[in-house]
């Protein structure tokens, strides 16, 4: 199978890494994350929002969004629960991620760090980092309220993937980090699981 | 149980509107949509993003984003496929729904006739009105392509709840919805199944 990939996007990460996990062989195409140009011609037809991560599976059935293509390959492994309520509070965390955390601190990261217009966008960033901060304070809170080990329950889930992905490299957007102990703490548990890749694999 | 609740809200909307699909009963506690003041107070360790729609189940435990309760409730049902392709493609929709359809659409539609500050938010209506517009045109466009009446396959999934909940109000943002004809007919269609009950219900 093709995933439509970008080497610096956390979302085409989370699916790498989830896929890492698995074992799954696939193939990959970058597409230029700042050059968006050629988007419309490569996807159409494939993502109706014409972004990466997007999957292209051997029978040619096209599948977007992340965290539809984690629940994908995640359902009946160990990265999704069996339990019905542990499992709607993955997706709990998944759509938090994307709604709130993700547009937060993936859009900073990538205007400070990739976008090369970092000045042209100073309001921007500055709106976002106060939200990217809001994110993290809840991450915080969850984590360090929670006996488990991970953001649901005792094992790595979807979830983890789902929040590690741009939590981690947060800092490229000039986040810091050194407060959050519970966050720092979960990060370095998610890294240091059998099987774990970094972004630059 | 108890679902935190905005009459007004879409998001709320879809879990009401799935719950009556399913006659399951239920508890509403109303919060004020513009006044947020006392979110804090009354959400703090139900949910990390203190928004609603958030539910508390009988035994106490609570689930937020619509899209985890949506799921709770929908896994088992006729609303999520049994097909796991076609599972991960209601959950792209949704995810799609959450990313780039609603913070769009919804925010314009309640800072046009909700929050009372139109004229302060002038650039940010603009600006959201073009994201708005490019969403409702891949979902015309998946719509018109497609031979199923739903968004996924022959019949009324969770993906079609979570795009109907702001799609059908999209007008009080001032979108106009005129030249979306498949669009316009899906929303008939989803307004025209047993069960279903208008957003001021």
């Keep these: 199978m093709l995933l439509f990939n970008s080497p610096i996007s956390g979302n085409c990460y989370k699916v790498r890494l ?12 970058d597409l230029d994350v700042v050059d968006r140009s050629s988007r419309g011609e490569v996807l159409d037809g494939l993502n109706p929002d014409l972004r990466v991560p997007t999957l292209v599976l051997d029978d040619g059935r096209p ?6 293509i984690l629940w994908y390959f ?29 547009p937060a601190i993936a859009v900073v990261r990538f205007l400070v760090a990739y976008s090369g217009e970092a000045d042209r966008y100073a309001k921007v960033i500055e709106r976002k980092t106060v939200d990217g901060y809001r994110a993290l304070d809840a991450l915080e ?10 953001v649901v329950g005792g094992t790595l889930t979807l979830a983890d993937i789902a929040l590690y992905a741009y939590t981690h490299v ?16 979960w990060l370095d548990r998610v890294a240091s699981e ?6 630059e694999a």
């Design 194 to 199: 059998p099987g774990h890749v970094p972004i």
């Design 170 to 185: 947060a800092h490229e957007g000039g986040f810091e980090l050194g407060g959050y102990a519970a966050i720092g703490e």
């Design 18 to 29: 989830l896929l890492a996990h698995l074992g799954i062989p696939y193939e990959r195409r």
């Design 63 to 68: 599948l977007a969004e992340s965290g539809a």
């Design 141 to 150: 809170a969850h984590l360090g309220r929670s006996d488990d080990p991970y």
């Design 74 to 102: 995640g359902e009946g492994t160990r990265f999704v629960p069996g339990d019905r309520f542990a499992r709607a509070k993955v997706l709990q965390w998944m759509f938090f991620e994307q709604y709130t955390h993700e």
